[in-house]
């Protein structure tokens, strides 16, 4: 049986690949749970200091939520779709964007539904001159329910975001760049290069500072401002003492270019 995440390692960086290429990707239950479940090796592996998320193919990053699996579970009832698909997705997504160490979305296709919303959830996105995106949740007569109605709007505007979120219709990578839902819009064959480049730009700073601002800058966006300083303040109070601030400071003394730790 085919594994539903791949998982490849090198130079410090984890490349996680979505597998269903035979269904553009597309998030069944087994899948999400495989991805949760290689988050969690990853996170425990000091070895590992960057994440790429990409899907296998030429088509499709994912488009979007198996739907033969969700009409399954919504047919059982209210209280099973919300727990096997609502929560489920709603973890996953959560679980990306508090992610400790950076998660950097490779889009080589097609990013529908839950696909944009990964997209969204993600630290960082590089996207291929052949992506797409929607929010085609709506002609299924439902709402996004992996995040995509409240992370969207903070991404790139309410007014902004309910017109995707409202008409369905797709959008391109260039679009998507202009909005601000990815960093970057690659010729298709530089995509995976770019993300590492990329990965490469962070892991040369210590992981500590990289994941303290993560935390900051995640949590701060959903409080008010007063209450965003003051994470930013325990953040910079965790660095006290430890060695990524050590070096960087005795960096800035020598003037030269601090190294991780």
Request: overall charge neutral.
């Amino acid at each position: 049986m085919t594994e539903p995440i791949l998982l490849h390692v090198s130079d410090h960086v984890a490349l996680l690949t979505l597998n269903r290429p035979e269904r553009l990707n597309a998030l069944n239950y087994a899948l999400i749970d495989a991805l949760m479940a290689a988050l969690d090796r990853i996170e425990t592996d000091t070895g590992i200091r960057a994440v790429i998320l990409t899907g296998a193919g030429e088509r499709a990053f994912s488009a979007g939520a198996d739907i033969d699996e969700f009409r399954a579970s919504v047919g059982e009832g209210r209280a099973t779709a919300l727990r096997d698909f609502v929560r489920r997705g709603q973890a996953m997504t959560a679980r990306l964007e508090a992610f400790q160490k950076p998660v950097i979305a490779a889009v080589n296709g097609l990013a529908f539904g839950g696909g944009c919303e990964i997209t969204e959830a993600v630290h960082l996105a590089v996207a291929s001159d052949r992506a797409s995106f929607a929010k085609p949740e709506i002609r299924l007569g439902m709402p996004p329910t992996f995040g995509g109605t409240q992370r969207l709007p903070r991404l790139i505007g309410r007014k902004r975001g309910l017109e995707w979120l409202l008409t369905g219709d797709p959008f391109t990578p260039q679009h998507a760049l202009d909005i601000g839902l990815i960093n970057a819009v690659v010729p298709h064959h530089e995509l995976l290069p770019a993300a590492r480049a990329l990965a490469r730009r962070i892991i040369r700073h210590g992981p500590d500072a990289v994941a303290s601002i993560i935390t900051a800058t995640t949590r701060g966006l959903n409080t008010t401002i007063g209450e965003g300083l003051q994470i930013e303040a325990e953040q910079f109070a965790r660095l006290v003492g430890g060695r990524d601030l050590e070096h960087g400071l005795a960096a800035w003394r020598n003037r030269r270019s601090p190294q991780p730790a």
